[in-house]
Nanobody, 117 residues
């Protein structure tokens, strides 16, 4: 059974950096990508970016491009989210997920990131 676990969240001051890691217990055979989402307080979950698992092609949403970077380690079955120049509005619960060909099928429990101004 696929289990995802995020780590690396915490509190940081604006302008600082955090690195999140998502580790998968195993990977589904039809995996297409691993990615990151976040849910700010009182708002809906929003897509941040993904990296295709086999090709390693990253994509980062325009809302965080230039500040957030996604990478993966195939041997460790992990995906990483490097977050730089953090802003107060980056405060959210961050989730990782695994997508198949058409949908995001697996989710982690989330990790809290709090940015103080």
């Amino acid at each position: 059974q696929v289990h995802l676990e995020e780590s690396g969240g915490g509190a940081v001051k604006a302008g600082g950096s955090l690195s999140l890691t998502c580790a998968a217990s195993e990977l589904p055979e039809n995996i297409y990508a691993m990615g990151w989402f976040r849910q700010p307080p009182g708002k809906e979950r929003e897509f941040l970016g993904q990296i295709t698992w086999k090709g390693g092609i990253p994509y980062v949403d325009d809302s965080v491009v230039g500040r957030f970077t996604i990478s993966r380690d195939m041997a460790k079955k992990t995906v990483h989210l490097q977050m730089d120049s953090l802003k107060f509005e980056d405060t959210a619960v961050y989730y990782c997920g695994i997508s198949g060909p058409t949908s995001w099928d697996y989710w982690g429990q989330g990790t809290q990131v709090t940015v103080s101004s």
